[in-house]
């Protein structure tokens, strides 16, 4: 028999705002437990809830490039139930009124895949489990978060994966998050079913959480459609159920039989004003939206004439993206200026531990750089020599004058330097009278090095082999 999956995602994402969404807490990552905390996002009797206004617009911004329709008057719901991460028993979500509706994310390869809503809540806090007790840090309870939910329009692990690279890389270009799933700032629960290819029907899904990487949610879906096809085959049922996916042992274990709407016993909260949001304020945000990365793609292939690998490397985090098309503002050859970020610059990031973000060397520099290696100062390997030297700072071209690394297009000199290499290799001359013309790319290589690299190697190979013939006659 054969089988479709079936997938949809609700993709949590914590937004990139100072505060808390409603008190004045900071939402930094990595602070000592319970640090971070007031009576509003603990729920103490008396407090009250306000609206921070940048996390409505960081979470707008992200509704806009998803191509949803906003909701004008929005509304904010209490989701109630115990749990030790949640001081105030209930969550501050959107259940009935949620902030933006009926969007679309298109993949890569041109599949499009529907958002059915966006809304805005709270995060709860972290358990720690240890060894003998649970502790729980309150810090993270009242972060905003967004949570982006797709229609279940994806067709198995590969392609929820492309989503949500495609997710990640719209929500960090706008600068809305993060998006780092190792400190959970991007969080995505899978449903999954599986139906008979061709069926219209959805089989009973099943909902998989703690999915903490890309490959947990590749090896968690791949996982899990075996087993329901498994159970369908040997003449089961699946039951709607939550599973847990066990990194270690690689499968998905259920934990509970899956909670339906009702049972969180939604209400409206008493305590927040519907969130109106007018025609005006979307204008504005419009206005506001810079180039994403697809399109700066499509632009780079268009009047650059990049490649698609280029492309897709040069894109595929905002920083590095912008850096490059600095370079080139500032007089680099496209080609070339993506050649020196791709390898050189990629490689010194990685090897100081650097995220493209911390950029130390200035666009200027490279630019510079990459002037001296078209005019002919300096060769290939004295350039990356120069760049490892400037890459936390420093002036191309001064280094260069300073060390003494200009390259000679001096012909008597280079002439001069041959003449002796050519009368220390007196059998190598011989050698290439006699026919074998690999002895010259010998003579040449020894001028090469007596010059100290600093010359351009046809122009050394040239002035070799005018001393060679006159050696014949
Ligand atoms: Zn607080």
Redesign the pocket.
């Known amino acids: 028999m054969n089988w479709d999956v079936v997938i949809g995602l609700e993709t949590h994402v914590e937004l990139s705002t100072q505060?808390?969404v409603?008190?004045?807490?900071s939402t930094a990552f990595g602070a000592p437990p319970n640090t971070?905390?007031?009576?509003?996002?603990?729920g103490l009797p008396g407090s009250l809830p306000v609206l921070n206004e940048q996390a409505v617009e960081l979470a707008l911004k992200a509704a806009l490039a998803l191509n949803c329709t906003v909701t004008p008057v929005s509304r904010f719901d209490r989701k109630n139930y115990f749990y030790p991460d949640l001081p105030k028993a209930y969550q501050i979500s959107q259940l009935y009124a949620p902030l933006a509706r009926d969007g679309h994310l298109d993949l890569p390869g041109g599949r499009r895949i529907r958002i059915s809503e966006m809304h805005l809540e709270e995060d709860a806090g972290k358990l720690h489990h240890h060894a003998d007790r649970t502790a729980v840090d309150y810090n993270r309870?009242?972060v905003p978060l967004v949570e982006i939910v797709t229609a279940p329009d994806l067709t198995g692990g590969e392609e929820a994966v492309a989503y949500l690279e495609q997710l990640r890389s719209i929500l960090q270009y706008l600068g809305v998050s993060d998006c780092r799933m190792e400190e959970g700032s991007l969080r995505c629960d899978v449903n999954l079913s599986v139906r008979l290819a061709g069926s219209s029907e959805l089989g009973t899904r099943t909902e998989l959480k703690n999915l903490g990487s890309l490959r947990a949610v590749r090896l968690a879906c791949e996982y899990e459609a075996q087993r329901q096809i498994a159970i369908l085959e040997s003449g089961g049922q699946v039951r709607c159920q939550t599973c847990r996916w066990d990194e270690e042992a690689r499968r998905t274990v259920p934990m509970r039989d899956k909670e339906q709407v009702g049972d969180y016993r939604y209400f409206p909260d008493p305590d927040l004003p519907p969130l109106a949001v007018g025609e005006e304020w979307l204008t504005h945000l419009r206005a506001e939206q810079p180039e994403l990365a697809h399109e700066k793609a499509a632009r780079y292939a268009r009047d650059w004439q990049l490649g698609e690998y280029d492309c897709a490397t040069l894109t595929s985090r905002r920083g590095l993206a912008e850096f490059f098309e600095q370079v080139v503002a500032l007089g680099a050859p496209p080609k070339q200026a993506a050649n020196w970020i791709m390898g050189q610059v990629l490689r010194r990031l990685s090897a100081d531990g650097l995220a493209v973000e911390e950029i130390p060397m200035s666009a200027r520099s490279l630019a510079d750089l990459i002037r001296l290696v078209e005019q002919g100062t300096v060769n290939r390997n004295t350039a990356v020599e120069v760049f490892d030297a400037v890459f936390t700072g420093g002036d191309p071209a001064e280094y260069v004058r300073t060390h003494r690394l200009e390259q000679s297009s001096d012909t008597e000199q280079i002439a001069s330097v041959a003449a002796d290499v050519l009368a220390q290799n007196h059998k190598s001359v011989e050698d290439w009278l006699s026919g074998k013309e690999k002895a010259a790319g010998f003579l040449v290589g020894q001028t090469m090095r007596a010059l100290g690299g600093k010359a351009p190697p046809a122009l050394v190979g040239d002035v070799v082999r005018q001393l060679l013939e006159r050696e014949r006659s």
């Open positions: 505060s808390k409603f008190c004045g807490c971070l905390c007031c009576p509003v996002c603990l309870c009242g």
